[in-house]
């Protein structure tokens, strides 16, 4: 499964920015997929998550009511649109995918089996 991430860019402070994780590779069936955020230094924080169907979606407390995860199967993309972005927005976006599917650990980094080559949003103040 291979996975690349685009739609990172220069902002300012209040724009919108729009991420799409394109996915091929594997087996016919969609897998859940995620976003991760990685400041320097830090570890990877969870963004957003979502099941194969698309129907089941879950949230990061950087994303809460900012941040929209949604996915077109019949591209094979993962978007992530975020509004009203703030500074400490800025790092690496990391799209990925755990070989075991959805479930609680969608949230975990460390579950991840598969992951794209990020895309890199910084935003002005």
């Known amino acids: 499964v291979q996975l690349q991430a685009s739609g990172g860019g220069l902002v300012q402070a209040g724009a919108s920015l729009r991420l799409s994780c394109k996915i091929t590779?594997?087996?016919?069936?969609?897998?859940?997929a995620g976003w991760f955020r990685q400041a320097p230094g830090k570890e990877r924080e969870f963004v957003a998550g979502?099941?194969?169907?698309?129907?089941?979606?879950i949230y990061g407390d950087l994303a809460k009511g900012r941040f929209t995860i949604s996915r077109w199967n019949d591209k094979n993309t993962v978007d992530l649109q975020m509004s009203s972005l703030k500074f400490d927005d800025a790092g690496v976006y990391l799209c990925?995918?755990?070989?075991?599917?959805?479930?609680?650990?969608?949230?975990?980094?460390?579950?991840?089996?598969?992951w794209g080559q990020g895309t890199q949003v910084t935003v002005s103040s």
């Open positions: 590779g594997g087996t016919s069936s969609p897998y859940a």
């Open positions: 990925g995918s755990p070989k075991k599917g959805w479930g609680p650990w969608i949230s975990s980094a460390y579950e991840y089996d598969y």
């Open positions: 979502i099941n194969g169907r698309g129907d089941q979606k």
